[in-house]
Structures are given as C-alpha cells and as structure tokens.
C-alpha cells in the first residue's frame, strides 16, 4: 500500500459528510450504486500504486522537454492515457450517447483525488482533453461535434484552452490573434498563445485547441472575443490529417509539475491555419468560461490533493524519526532516556494537525462543488438555480483555499522533516515545487479574490452569499444538538454575522462608484471568506462524527471520527481567530495601496 492519501477519510467525506447515496438517487445514475462505488475507488487506488505513484519522482528527474521541433514527455504518460482511453475513464462524466459512462461529478471528484494524490503530473492530460470535448457538446454544431469528440474521448485526439497571450497574460481583453472569415464557412487563425498546459506530446495524434481571437471587425475588449476549434492537424478530403500551420515553439521548463508540459504555440505562421467558429461571433470568453470553471475545480483538487500526499509524507516521517526527548515534570530532559519518535513533540503534532485540517477540509470543499454540479443538473427550477448559485460562489474559494493554504501546509510539511526535507532524497520538496503553480494556475489569486466579492457576491443581490449562509446556519444548529460542539458553532456564527458586516461595508463604496476601493482588498476578503468556509465544513465533519460516535453506528474505527473531532478544535483554535485581523483591516478606513498623487513604492 503506498500512503499518499487516506480511502478511510475519502470514504468518509463520500458517504456521511456529502452523502453520496443521494446523488446515486437521480435517474442520471440508475447504474450506480454503493456497491459500484466502491469498486470504483478500490480499483483506481489500485491502479494508481501501480501505475501511477511509482513514476511521481520519474516525471520530475525526466521532464517533459521540447527537442528538435517537438515535446517529448515520460513514457508512462502514454501509457497512462491509452488505458484511460480504454477504461472510459476519459469521457466519464459524459452522456451515454457521446461514448460516457454518465458517472456522477461527486464520484468523478473522488477519483481524481486518488489519481491526483498519486501523481499530479498525469491529471490534467486527460482533464484537459474532456474539459474540451464538453465545451464543443454543448456550444458547437452537430458536424464539429462528430468530427472532434469521439477521437478525444477514445484518447487519440488531445484537448487545450488557449487564451493566454505573450503581451495580454491575464487581460484577456488585450488579446490580438485574428481571425478572418473564409469562403468556405472557416476562418483563417493567425497569433500566437503561451503557458498551453498538455498543447503538444508525442502520445496523441492531434490536438484540438480551443483558442480565443477576434474576428476582424469585432469590438474592442472581451465583448470582441469569438472561440474556434483550431487542430493542430486538420482532416483531409481523404480522411488523412493535414498540418493546419500550428507549431510548438517550445516548452516552459517549470518550476514544478515538470512531468505536465506547458507549450508555447505559434498559429497560422504560414498563413494556412484554419479554425472553426464555435457557437455565435464575440460570445467566446463565455463560452470558455464553462471549462475554465471546471478546470478551476479540477485545480483545486490537484492543489488538494497534493496537500494530502504531503501530509502523509510528513506523517510517516515523524513517526519513523527518532529525535530528542520529552520535557520532564520539572521541564528537564532525561538524557539516559531513548530518543522519542518527532510524532511525541508538541510543535511537531500542531505542524501535522495543520496540514490535516487545511488538506481534509479543501477536499471536502471541491467535492461539494462537484456534487452541487450533480443536483444543478439532475435539478429543476429552484433547487437547480440555489445549486448553481451556490457553486459560483464557491468556486473562487475551491480553486484558491486548497492552492494559498495547500502552499503553507506543504511547507510546514518541510519543516517536520527539518533540513531532510530540502533535500531531493525525500519527496517533501517535490511537492512543494510542484503546489506553487496551482495558486496560478486558472487565473491568479487575485483574480479569484476579484471574482469572488465583484462578481459572485453582488449578482442577483447578493443572492448567492445568502444561500450560503443559509447552509452555514443549517450546520450550526445541527452541531448545536451537541454539547460539546456547541462553543464552536457559536463562533462560526459570529464569524458569518462578521463576514455578513464586511459585505455591507465594502459594498457602500461600489454603491458610491468608488470600485477600486471596493476591490482594493478583494484578497484579504477571500482569505476571511475561505477561513470561514473552511469552518464550517469542519464543524459539518465534526458533527458527522459526533453523530456516529453517539448512535454507534460506526464505519470506521472510534479514533477515526475522535480525530475528525479534535483536528476540527484545532482549527477553531489556531486559523480561526486570525480573522480578526483580516476584519480589522478590511474595516479600516485607511487607503494605502491607490495611487493618489505620488508613487511611493521605491
């Protein structure tokens, strides 16, 4: 067994905390039941010892690399990806009719947790690829459908988003690849896009990417972005592929994640590239906005997940390292006395307890997010529009909590292992590389903080933070049936009615025009946002496991869900309290990161 993640845990949040058997309920997933769930996660937990764990360190010592005009990338990516393709698992979440296994997002979300926690550089790959396919079902017309998808979902083709540009980076607005109608109904693509995560390898024929450029004449800014289906080989009149004039100029050597390639694309240099419009002209940024926010979720769960594997690197670790000895009643060190294993020392099991509150709660965060896309599509009117409301709101928190804090808790993960933990001979370091990129990832920080209190928690009035608040309240008194949870969901109370407050605030400089000072703190907001979420799926596991300890209707062992208990104490006693802080200073009334009259940073 290789300790990279806990299927204790998983099952846990799976089938008492988010309660799975429900989602299986919808006709979507008549095939599915707790049996099939089950097989489903033993089986991928086996296939990733096997396949995927064991090619971690591999992948980062045999980078992907870009030699003579083409990337190459480990052997045992293609090998990962031609199972995939043959297991289904590509297309899982998709129709029966389009090759899918109509497998529910909550159980996807779990698998890939599994898949993620063994070997981060693999995921995306394939991710990627389905992300595409989704987005073409769903916006283009039937033709481009069954020329593109059965080969991406059957693993041949590989997928990408291209929106990133060497002169615009996040500004999508600034993008300048053009695109200019043809007489056959095409368009002929020219410009260039960076930082295309899985864009070239050697181990799918041809890859589909979806790529942003203006039509010629279109608006300025991102009212003007149209999206096309751009192939790196496009079909010939006989079926053959044919090079449309996109080539892979190189490959970003990375500081982590050196397994996933990350390519630079040059488009329509010999000014033969063709691209096919998808959907309506100038409406391709929302369009793309269906697989950004997926693979904003999919991120967070990598960001998750690498969190739990180094959580379980340091756990090992500290219950294998002998060191010093514990404090005496008369706080002397008997030194006749054996070295105590790191696990006995206080500073060491606070280090450990953080890393497993942060990782435990960001998982249970993206499975709700993956189980509210389950209830948004098996739903109707208002129960389809709260879960809807719901995950927009907590997407922005998905992607960034696990990616901010899975960031500190991999490096207090360095920190149990000490000066071994620098050292390329324990895997610590290689998660901490490879954790930084995902607060990157999908829009940065603070674009996720922007979109997070400008966009999410204004629409429709506000209406989604009130839903989740609502939801909050909902947990709170059900861990008020328990006295000793009592203490806490008082506090997770205050803690919303604070958040609640600093809502009210900010918003009064929007309703004055003042949006700068609105967002000039977007990302202090989004850590108190995040801290209380994260509360609160504490409090909700807590109380799952009081439940269970009470009735006695145990599905795992009694210190499993006394662990669930205490790490949520925990958390309540060292992360919760610095929101006073974070209230301090979005409350103050002190501006002093807006150019005014001078610049001061020197």
């Not at 008549?30 to 010892?49: G, H, N």
């Not at 449309?244 to 010999?270: I, P």
């Not at 000895?325 to 105590?340: H, M, P, Y």
């Not at 002093?592 to 001078?598: A, C, G, M, R, S």
Request: aromatic residues 10%.
């Amino acid at each position: 067994m290789s300790d990279y993640m806990s299927m204790d845990n998983l099952k846990f949040l799976l089938n008492e905390v988010h309660e799975i058997n429900e989602i299986l309920n919808y006709e979507r997933y008549s095939d599915y039941d707790a049996d099939a769930v089950e097989i489903l996660l033993q089986s991928t937990k086996d296939l990733c010892d096997k396949e995927f764990y064991p090619y971690y360190k591999e992948m980062d010592s045999d980078p992907a690399r870009f030699e003579d005009g083409k990337i190459y990338v480990h052997p045992q990516i293609g090998k990962i990806i031609k199972s995939a393709a043959e297991n289904g698992s590509i297309g899982a979440r998709f129709d029966y009719e389009h090759g899918g296994q109509q497998m529910p997002e909550i159980l996807y979300g779990a698998l890939s947790h599994i898949q993620a926690s063994a070997n981060n550089n693999v995921g995306g790959y394939f991710g990627l690829t389905a992300g595409a396919a989704e987005l073409i079902i769903e916006f283009a017309a039937q033709e481009l459908i069954d020329k593109y998808v059965p080969n991406m979902l059957g693993g041949k083709w590989g997928g990408t988003m291209c929106l990133t540009e060497p002169q615009a980076g996040s500004s999508l607005s600034d993008i300048t690849s053009s695109a200019t109608p043809q007489e056959d109904g095409s368009y002929k693509i020219k410009g260039q896009k960076i930082y295309i995560s899985g864009g070239d390898h050697e181990y799918c024929e041809n890859f589909v990417h979806l790529y942003l450029a203006r039509i010629d004449g279109a608006p300025a800014g991102t009212k003007g972005i149209s999206l096309f289906i751009v192939p790196k080989f496009r079909i010939g009149d006989n079926g053959d592929l044919v090079s449309n004039d996109v080539q892979t100029a190189g490959d970003f050597q990375k500081l982590g994640q050196r397994g996933y390639c990350t390519t630079h694309l040059m488009v329509g240099e010999s000014d033969n590239c063709q691209g096919w419009l998808v959907g309506a002209p100038n409406k391709g940024l929302s369009y793309m906005f269906k697989m950004m926010n997926g693979a904003r979720i999919d991120v967070g769960m990598t960001a998750a997940s690498i969190a739990t594997a180094a959580y379980y690197a340091s756990l090992t670790y500290a219950k294998e390292r002998p060191q010093g000895r514990k404090l005496t009643s008369t706080g002397a060190k008997n030194v006749q006395e054996d070295q105590t294993l790191i696990i006995n020392h206080p500073d060491v099991r606070r280090m450990l307890f953080l890393q497993k509150a942060v990782s435990e709660a960001s998982v249970s965060i993206l499975l709700r997010c993956s189980r509210l896309l389950d209830v948004k599509h098996n739903e109707e009117g208002e129960t389809s529009e709260d879960a809807h409301d719901l995950l927009e709101w907590l997407t922005p928190i998905g992607k960034t909590y696990p990616s901010e804090m899975g960031i500190k808790s991999v490096s207090t993960g360095l920190q149990v292992l000490g000066g071994a933990g620098f050292c390329s001979e324990f895997i610590l370091q290689q998660y901490y590389r490879d954790i930084r990129i995902m607060s990157i990832y999908e829009g940065t920080t603070g674009i996720q903080s922007l979109d997070l209190l400008g966009r999410k928690s204004t629409i429709k009035n506000g209406r989604a933070l009130q839903l989740v608040a609502k939801e909050i309240q909902s947990a709170i008194e059900a861990a008020m049936t328990y006295d000793e949870l009592k203490p806490y969901a008082t506090t997770l109370g205050t803690k919303l009615k604070d958040l609640q407050d600093i809502m009210v605030h900010l918003v009064s400089f929007a309703m004055k025009g003042d949006y700068e000072r609105f967002l000039s703190d977007a990302t202090l907001f989004m850590e108190y946002a995040s801290t209380v979420v994260v509360a609160w799926h504490w409090l909700e596991m807590a109380t799952k496991a009081k439940q269970a300890l009470v009735t006695s209707q145990l599905k795992h062992s009694m210190e499993f869900y006394e662990s669930k208990i205490h790490t949520m104490k925990f958390y309540f006693k060292y992360e919760v309290p610095k929101t006073a802080g974070l209230k301090e200073s979005l409350l103050d009334s002190e501006v002093l990161t807006i150019i005014k009259e001078k610049e001061l940073i020197c």
